[in-house]
């Protein structure tokens, strides 16, 4: 029995970790099993929806498209959000990575579990962080970022919301920068004693960072823009440590993890380095024309940078942009990072050179990070004067707010360790409470705190399967309905337009359709005056008429589009 509490003990750093990384895999996973109870498995945005279903529909079948005929029909109209139509064949306007990885796993362990991966990836996401922060901070300081993190909000909410792709490319990150530091570590004596220790070092860890990397790479491509210069500082301050064969060993398993993604890419889009964005597929051929110009002129320079900053360049915007989804948003985080990133500036002559590239690497990304993403205004909320946890910003800047934990970690240590210098048997109970005080906060504004949080989302799906169960009665299994905000939870069971009355040249598909399928719109409710406008002049002369089938609510109404006899 005393061997048991003596290993107990000596393990309890790990089975504390082990132990948190279940409880947030259960308590994220439970939104998702109580919210799509009833096989009702519908999301909260397109993305979410495009991503399930083309997962799902890869491990069932291998396929990553779907063929709607009667969009030759319709120009390719018929479609939700999140996906585009190529002569009919339905393909998704996104990365990837997440399609491929969930796809191949479900394949193997069942579909019904799609919605429950990014939770379990994300509690392993948590022990990689612990692992990755105790190599460059210690111990301690790991122990409480890690418990910070699995308290966060962005991190517990978009781990809830699983189908987004921030999540799974924030872990696989971590993996590789985990990996990373494992390639960098020799033994005491600085050379490798045993054929393992070496095989490890020049190959397995080489190959697991390079595949964690890829993988992060395929599942948000777009986020190159910043993990290049984060793996070339870290390759500058260890260019003796990697060598040459480890560097070889890295970038082919990044070829290995990118090689499907560049399949698919030619399949669907036709080209390697085309995608589902056609904004980033004129970004690279911009960047492929510029590349090829032997001077760059003043011209080409301006070129490059709208290119790379399409979201345009806004320093300002930016840092307001920051100020409210960090200052504001979580004052909690951010005046103890900065008081502790004051505090671990003070020390500067006790750092390591693992230190110095964590801390210019961290400044470099985020403000990439920042000034990218927030020189744009995204709108994800209805109300553009919103700032709330559904909005882009808060996943975007993952990067900013995980590095900002061991500054947070450290305030917490020296803190209660200068306050409580005549109590030193206190310190441990007092840094559980104030961890435990920022869960209480966290756990309050990830459910509560925002108009999008996970409780009100919950309850807007309730009221969804109530729209679409009613949808569903009123309209045949082969219908299309037109719609603007009710496609994610319409589709697939029917198809969906993404639209309104008021285009001309949508109606005249609209009517087109008419003739060969049952067509329905589904919007606000339509008053008599607009109803009979849109039968003398819009419709009427497509040879159409629009009538009301039912009031769905008390806001949406659901009309049918018939031709006219």
């Given at each position: 029995m005393k061997k048991i509490i003596d290993y107990l003990n000596n393990q309890k750093t790990g089975i504390f970790l082990l132990i948190l990384a279940v409880f947030f895999c259960l308590g994220t996973a439970s939104y998702n099993y109580f919210a799509q109870k009833g096989g009702f498995i519908k999301?909260?945005?397109?993305d979410e929806t495009a991503n399930y279903t083309f997962a799902k529909l890869y491990a069932e079948t291998g396929e990553m498209e779907i063929f709607e005929k009667y969009n030759l029909l319709a120009a390719d109209l018929i479609h939700p959000r999140s996906f585009r139509s190529d002569f009919g064949f339905l393909k998704p306007v996104s990365f990837l990575g997440i399609i491929l990885v969930y796809g191949q796993v479900a394949s193997v362990i069942g579909v019904g579990l799609l919605p429950y991966f990014t939770p379990i990836l994300a509690a392993l996401g948590l022990i990689f962080f612990y692992l990755l922060i105790k190599e460059i901070f210690g111990k301690n300081n790991a122990l409480i970022s890690t418990t910070l993190l699995a308290v966060f909000p962005v991190y517990i909410y978009y781990t809830a919301r699983s189908f987004f792709h921030n999540i799974p490319f924030i872990v696989f990150l971590i993996m590789g920068l985990y990996f990373i530091v494992q390639l960098l570590k020799k033994n005491e004596l600085g050379f490798y004693v045993k054929d393992f220790d070496f095989w490890k070092s020049k190959f397995i860890f080489p190959a697991l960072a390079g595949l964690s990397i890829g993988l992060a790479i395929i599942t948000r491509t777009s986020e190159i823009l910043w993990i290049f210069p984060l793996l070339f500082?870290?390759?500058?301050?260890?260019?003796?440590?990697?060598?040459?064969?480890?560097?070889?060993v890295f970038l082919g398993f990044i070829w290995v993890a990118l090689m499907p993604m560049f399949y698919y890419n030619q399949a669907l889009y036709g080209s390697f380095l085309s995608g589902g964005y056609n904004e980033i597929n004129q970004s690279i051929q911009t960047l492929t024309i510029v590349s090829q110009q032997n001077i760059l002129s003043t011209g080409t320079v301006e070129?490059?940078?709208?290119?790379?900053?399409?979201?345009?360049?806004?320093?300002q915007q930016a840092i307001s942009m920051f100020k409210h989804y960090f200052v504001e948003m979580f004052p909690w985080l951010f005046w103890p990072f900065l008081a502790g990133f004051l505090i671990f500036l003070t020390s500067i002559r006790k750092w390591t050179k693992r230190h110095v590239v964590f801390m210019l690497s961290w400044l470099v990304v985020s403000v990439i990070l920042v000034l990218y993403y927030g020189s744009w205004k995204f709108t994800d909320n209805p109300d553009p004067n919103r700032f709330t946890i559904g909005n882009s910003y808060t996943r975007y800047w993952l990067p900013i707010y995980l590095g900002a934990l061991p500054?947070?970690?450290?305030?917490?240590?020296?803190?209660?360790?200068?306050?409580?210098?005549?109590y030193r048997p206190l310190v441990g109970g007092v840094r559980v409470v104030l961890v435990f005080a920022v869960f209480l906060v966290s756990l309050n504004f990830v459910l509560y705190g925002s108009e999008e949080g996970l409780v009100y989302n919950w309850y807007t799906n309730e009221a969804n399967r109530e729209l679409a169960k009613i949808v569903w009665s009123e309209t045949e299994t082969n219908a299309a309905v037109i719609t603007q905000y009710h496609d994610k939870v319409l589709f697939p069971e029917r198809k969906v337009i993404m639209g309104t009355l008021s285009d001309d040249s949508m109606n005249y598909y609209y009517s087109n359709l008419a003739h060969e399928i049952p067509v329905y719109y589904f919007n606000f409710q339509i008053n008599q005056p607009t109803l009979d406008y849109l039968n003398s002049s819009k419709l009427a002369k497509f040879g159409a008429h629009i009538k009301l089938v039912k009031l769905v609510s008390r806001d949406f109404g659901l009309y049918r589009i018939e031709v006219n006899n």
């Open positions: 999301w909260g945005s397109p500082i870290i390759w500058v301050f260890n260019i003796r440590a990697i060598g040459i064969t480890k560097l070889v070129t490059l940078a709208k290119t790379v900053f399409h979201f345009g360049f806004n320093p500054f947070v970690s450290l305030f917490i240590q020296k803190t209660t360790k200068f306050v409580l210098r005549g």
